[in-house]
Structures are given as structure tokens and as C-alpha cells.
């Protein structure tokens, strides 16, 4: 029902920036809380940031707080993740999930629908 595609992924040296996209599709993209995964190799999938339905309300992980700053154009129907100061730990498949009428929680099981992931690898 809700198809989600992340871009915006690349090699960056540390200290560098990236913004990641989350497009959606559908007129209905308001509706839900968006939400930021990352899972490095050999690793579990951790959350990093989330966006409630209706904008009001982010949540970030200790780790990128006060570095990465997630944020949504519902007239674009997409979701931003921006990341400055980026360091080698961050490097990891980042994927976008989408959560109908979510308040942006940390727990990957309340999101309904997710993107393929897109490889953010940060360089020394």
C-alpha cells in the first residue's frame, strides 16, 4: 500500500555530510510516523531517528544526537535524514520505515513498510 525508495546514500570522509531521501508513495504519506534504521555488517538493525505523523514530534539515538536531524515535506512526500559530522561507525544500510499514525517510536515492529536501504559509508 505504501511503497518507500531511500537515495541519497554514498562515500563521504569523516567529518563530511549526507542527506538521505525517503520517497513515498500515495497521497496518504501524512499519515505516518517515518523512522530512520541503520544496520551495519554483522550487526543488529538500530534505530537512529523518527518523525511523527504529524511532525511535531522527533526522536534521535544518543549516538547522532545533535548530528543528525531528520525532518519530512509531506508536499514532496518525502522524509530527510541530514547527517553532518559524520564518523566511520556511522557506516551502514540505512532504511526508512513508515508507521500509520506513529508517534515516531524507537521499536522497529511498529513500522509497516519499509525501503531497500541505502549504503552510507563514512571514511577516516
Known amino acids: 500500500q505504501v511503497q518507500l525508495v531511500e537515495s541519497g546514500g554514498g562515500l563521504v570522509q569523516a567529518g563530511g555530510s549526507l542527506r538521505l531521501s525517503c520517497a513515498a508513495s500515495?497521497?496518504?504519506?501524512?499519515?505516518?510516523?517515518m523512522g530512520w534504521f541503520r544496520q551495519a555488517p554483522g550487526k543488529e538493525r538500530e534505530f537512529v531517528a523518527a518523525i511523527s505523523w504529524s511532525g511535531g514530534r522527533t526522536t534521535y539515538a544518543d549516538s547522532v544526537k545533535g548530528r543528525f536531524t531528520i525532518s519530512r515535506d509531506n508536499a514532496k512526500n518525502t522524509a530527510y535524514l541530514q547527517m553532518n559530522s559524520l564518523k566511520p561507525e556511522d557506516t551502514a544500510v540505512y532504511y526508512c520505515?513508515?508507521?500509520?499514525?506513529?508517534?515516531?517510536?524507537?521499536?522497529?515492529?511498529?513500522?509497516?513498510?519499509w525501503g531497500q536501504g541505502t549504503q552510507v559509508t563514512v571514511s577516516s
Open positions: 520505515g513508515a508507521d500509520h499514525y506513529g508517534l515516531g517510536s524507537p521499536g522497529s515492529q511498529q513500522y509497516e513498510y
Open positions: 500515495g497521497r496518504t504519506f501524512s499519515s505516518y510516523a
